[in-house]
């Protein structure tokens, strides 16, 4: 079936760095998109970064543009968001997604279960 688990998360002082990971099985990885999300308590989950089936092509939401890269190895079905200067406001519950194409990457129905970022002033 298809698996999408995330990992790399935990507690970090503001100012440093996460890399996350999101290995992916159960599908044809290297055919998909893939993208990553958070959800802040109370707040509704939002768009933090997106990229092509090939790499080629990058998306970021403007609040972390600068800060954070997302990447992927399609040799290991994995893809990566390596999150640095990392601020209070940067709390959340990080998802990763596959989706077909970047466009219907919102409302993908394939996301993993999400991994906790803490970032502490």
């Known amino acids: 079936q298809v698996q999408l688990v995330e990992s790399g998360g935990g507690l970090v002082q503001a100012g440093n760095s996460l890399r996350l990971s999101c290995q992916c099985s159960g599908f044809t990885f290297d055919d998909y998109a893939m993208g990553w999300f958070r959800q802040a308590p109370g707040k509704e989950r939002e768009f933090v970064a997106a990229?092509?089936?090939?790499?080629?092509?990058?998306y970021y939401a403007d609040s972390v543009k600068g800060r954070f890269t997302i990447s992927r190895d399609n040799a290991k079905n994995t893809v990566y968001l390596l999150m640095n200067s990392l601020k209070p406001e940067d709390t959340a519950v990080y998802y990763c997604a596959a989706a077909t194409n970047l466009a219907v990457m919102p409302t993908t129905p394939l996301r993993g279960q999400g991994t906790q970022v803490t970032v502490s002033s």
């Open positions: 990229i092509s089936y090939n790499g080629i092509t990058t």
